[in-house]
């Protein structure tokens, strides 16, 4: 069972498609993972994917130089 922890924040660099998530859904699947784009929900498996194993958001493509993305756990 995953525990509750903080959200992960991160700023693009417009290149960037791997974040490092760390613990925060290290217990999870890519079921759970809820993220935002400039407050904008994403949709797994077509905007990111969750590697459970790396504890890495993969995204599809890079979000837009600046924006704010927000892995809430």
Same mark, same amino acid.
């Given at each position: 069972?995953?525990? $509750?922890?903080?959200?992960?924040?991160?700023?693009?660099?417009?290149?960037? *498609?791997?974040?490092?998530?760390? %613990?925060?859904?290290?217990?999870?699947? %890519?079921?759970? #993972?809820? +993220?935002?784009?400039?407050? #904008? $929900? *994403?949709?797994?498996? +077509?905007?990111? #994917?969750?590697?459970?194993?790396? *504890?890495?958001?993969?995204?599809?493509?890079?979000?837009?130089?600046?924006?704010?993305?927000?892995? +809430?756990?």
């Amino acid at each position: 069972m995953a525990t $509750l922890s903080t959200d992960v924040n991160f700023i693009s660099d417009g290149v960037t *498609q791997v974040y490092n998530v760390g %613990s925060v859904y290290s217990a999870a699947d %890519s079921y759970t #993972t809820v +993220v935002y784009v400039n407050s #904008t $929900l *994403q949709t797994a498996g +077509v905007d990111y #994917t969750y590697n459970n194993t790396a *504890q890495q958001i993969i995204f599809v493509t890079a979000p837009v130089k600046n924006s704010a993305i927000v892995v +809430v756990s």
